[in-house]
């Protein structure tokens, strides 16, 4: 009996290497990973949103005496937007990878304020909303893990952190996020390798380090009514889900 499961085991593992064998397929590029250092190009999209934590009740001292008002935040949408960038990589190891990946991301938070002090007619909390516009440049600086290459792919996981300089300028609006920021970013991917190049699908999920939001700007604003709101949120913390596609 003993002797009947050994057999039934090493038929079960030739056929499946027989079959691992006939999956086999020509490799194309087979070399183009030996390279010391290569470049390429990227194109995207982004989804960007923003954590908060309300405060709460604010006292707020006006020209009619003190009043109380409970300001709610929250982004309530996920909108869409594009990333364009380039790449640089350096290959350390048989499975590892330094990158660097200078990208410009567009996109926008679509931010909505609920006053409950204040009702409308219908006996809900009045609604205020900013469309909080981010034009970003950042520099990633990731450590790429490959597994082995099996035919014409290769997955991999990819680690790392992303400074970010805010291009967008200044607006009256209700809040404005600092110039600066730090992410840390962790995603998946796939190398395709094609006839002529890699096309290499990439997800990552990115979330910022320190809080974004930019204090200064309360004192800042001329209409004084918007100030409640801008200090409705403390801290802001940036996030962000980014599809690539890599040509290498």
């Not at 057999?7 to 593992?13: A, C, D, G, N």
């Not at 640089?88 to 996109?107: C, E, Q, V």
């Not at 991917?189 to 990439?202: A, M, Q, S, T």
């Amino acid at each position: 009996m003993m002797m009947k499961r050994y057999f039934t085991l090493l038929y079960i593992l030739a056929l499946a290497v027989a079959t691992t064998a006939q999956e086999r397929k020509p490799q194309n590029k087979p070399y183009i990973d030996l390279r010391p250092m290569h470049f390429g190009i990227s194109v995207g999209f982004n989804t960007q949103d923003i954590e908060f934590q309300n405060v709460g009740p604010q006292t707020i001292v006006g020209e009619d005496g003190t009043t109380t008002e409970t300001i709610l935040c929250d982004q309530d949408t996920w909108d869409p937007g594009f990333s364009v960038g380039v790449l640089a990589d350096w290959r350390l190891s048989k499975h590892i990878n330094l990158r660097l990946s200078p990208t410009m991301h567009f996109g926008a938070k679509h931010l909505t304020f609920r006053n409950l002090n204040k009702l409308d007619d219908y006996g809900q909390p009045q609604l205020s909303t900013q469309d909080l516009k981010n034009t970003y440049i950042s520099c990633p600086i990731d450590l790429k893990f490959s597994a082995e290459r099996f035919n014409n792919y290769r997955p991999y996981i990819i680690g790392g952190l992303s400074p970010m300089v805010n291009l967008s300028g200044k607006e009256q609006e209700f809040i404005q996020l600092k110039r600066y920021d730090v992410m840390a970013e962790i995603g998946l991917g796939c190398d395709f390798y094609l006839p002529f190049f890699k096309l290499i699908p990439e997800l990552k999920f990115c979330y910022s380090l320190t809080d974004a939001i930019d204090y200064r700007h309360t004192d800042e604003l001329q209409d004084v009514n918007k100030r409640v709101y801008a200090q409705s949120v403390t801290p802001g913390r940036s996030k962000m889900i980014v599809l690539t596609f890599y040509f290498e």
